[in-house]
């Protein structure tokens, strides 16, 4: 079971892999997952994948999350899945480990994963700080590429 929560961690973790194609039971576990949690439940997994995020060498100078609040995400983000996996959608996360494995089963995580994620993104201090990035482009490369490569 412990191999069974890292995929599932690790699938949620990783919002941005291309998508296998679904099975019915990872289908109804996504869906499940998705129309089921609470907006505190999207929140705390936010949270939880930003902590993660920040304990990687390359973003670990731009947050420093203290332990103890690490450690109380995380404590978050677990309760959250242990509720959805064997309570709110317990029925559809067995059926999809039965039948279509742990791989679908992470899979299906990834559905809510994004869920959470776009409510971040949707944030207007999220979406001003990608306007910030966007600003710094020159558009005469852009410009150029299309001259070079249009043919």
């Known amino acids: 079971m412990r191999k069974t929560i890292i995929g ?22 996504a869906s499940c997952l998705k129309e089921s949690s609470t907006q505190a439940d999207r929140d705390a997994l936010v949270r939880w994948i930003f902590v993660a995020m920040s304990a990687h060498p390359l973003t670990a100078d731009l947050a420093v999350v203290p332990a103890d609040t690490a450690s109380a995400v995380s404590r978050d983000a677990s309760a959250v899945f242990a509720k959805l996996i064997t309570v709110t959608c317990g029925a559809e996360s067995a059926g999809t480990i039965k039948y279509e494995g742990t791989e679908a ?30 600003s710094h482009l020159d558009p005469a490369q852009f410009d150029e590429m299309m001259k070079r490569y249009a043919d």
């Not at 599932?8 to 109804?28: D, I, K, N, T, Y």
């Not at 409510?119 to 001003?128: E, I, T, Y």
């Open 105 to 134: 089963f992470g899979k299906a995580f990834e559905v809510l994963g994004m869920s959470a994620m776009d409510g971040l993104m949707g944030h207007p201090r999220v979406a001003g700080a990608v306007a910030e990035m966007t």
């Open 8 to 29: 599932l961690a690790a699938g949620l973790a990783m919002v941005a892999s291309a998508p296998l194609a679904a099975g019915e039971h990872q289908e109804r576990l």
